[in-house]
T-cell receptor, first 113, second 114 residues
Framework: DVKVTQSSRYLVKRTGEKVFLECVQD?????MFWYRQDPGLGLRLIYF???????EKGDIPEGYSVSREKKERFSLILESASTNQTSMYLC????????????FGEGSWLTVV | AQTVTQSQPEMSVQEAETVTLSCTYD???????LFWYKQPPSRQMILVIR??????QNATENRFSVNFQKAAKSFSLKISDSQLGDTAMYFC???????????FGAGTRLTVKP
């Protein structure tokens, strides 16, 4: 079974802190994604990556950056956390072959106080 | 930009009845995949059904079927014989052959009532 692991399930951070959310997948997928999920807004794409060191902005990249130094790992960085970044963050990886199957992590609940 | 719109924030249905969830999308691409995902209270995302745009036949998975209207850019999900376990958030999503970004709609919260 494909596994997408988000290392932090629940975090509480202070305004202005630098926050790292880590995501690892074990199936050699090229495509990985970071979404944030908020009530009434669904899943909004923050950043995605289609290869090592390659990244593309999604719909809401402001206040975030990403890192993809290794194929299996895709990190989301909040350079200076703000209260409006309190949300659930979902990482996903995509297998293109056989119909584009996306696999999600369990989510990281981030509260910024 | 490619967008996905779900115009029904909440819906409810009686157990054993049929319900249809709506989804429209916008893309200039001709080849793409469409999906419906279910997110129960556990928050784990579960693939319900998938449709390839080049296939004219509507996809079906047991009690779940879609009505895919390519010209109208519409992709609705029909749930027949609704069960209590169908209670969840449902997200419509799509990805094109040429791009690597997968987009989701805002979701529809479905409640199945006993």
């Amino acid at each position: 079974d494909v596994k997408v692991t988000q290392s932090s399930r629940y975090l509480v951070k202070r305004t202005g802190e630098k926050v790292f959310l880590e995501c690892v997948q074990d199936m050699d997928h090229e495509n990985m994604f970071w979404y944030r999920q908020d009530p009434g807004l669904g899943l909004r794409l923050i950043y995605f990556s289609y290869d090592v060191k390659m990244k593309e902005k999604g719909d809401i990249p402001e206040g975030y950056s990403v890192s993809r130094e290794k194929k299996e790992r895709f990190s989301l960085i909040l350079e200076s956390a703000s209260t409006n970044q309190t949300s659930m963050y979902l990482c996903a990886s995509l297998r293109r072959e056989g119909g584009n199957t996306i696999y999600f992590g369990e989510g990281s609940w981030l509260t910024v106080v | 930009a490619q967008t996905v719109t779900q115009s029904q924030p909440e819906m409810s249905v009686q157990e054993a009845e049929t319900v249809t969830l709506s989804c429209t999308y916008d893309t200039s691409e001709n080849n793409y995949y469409l999906f419906w995902y279910k997110q129960p209270p556990s928050r784990q995302m579960i693939l319900v059904i998938r449709q390839e745009a080049y296939k004219q036949q509507n996809a079906t998975e047991n009690r779940f079927s879609v009505n895919f209207q390519k010209a109208a850019k519409s992709f609705s999900l029909k749930i027949s014989d609704s069960q209590l376990g169908d209670t969840a958030m449902y997200f419509c999503a799509f990805i094109t052959y040429n791009n690597n970004d997968m987009r989701f709609g805002a979701g529809t919260r479905l409640t199945v009532k006993p």
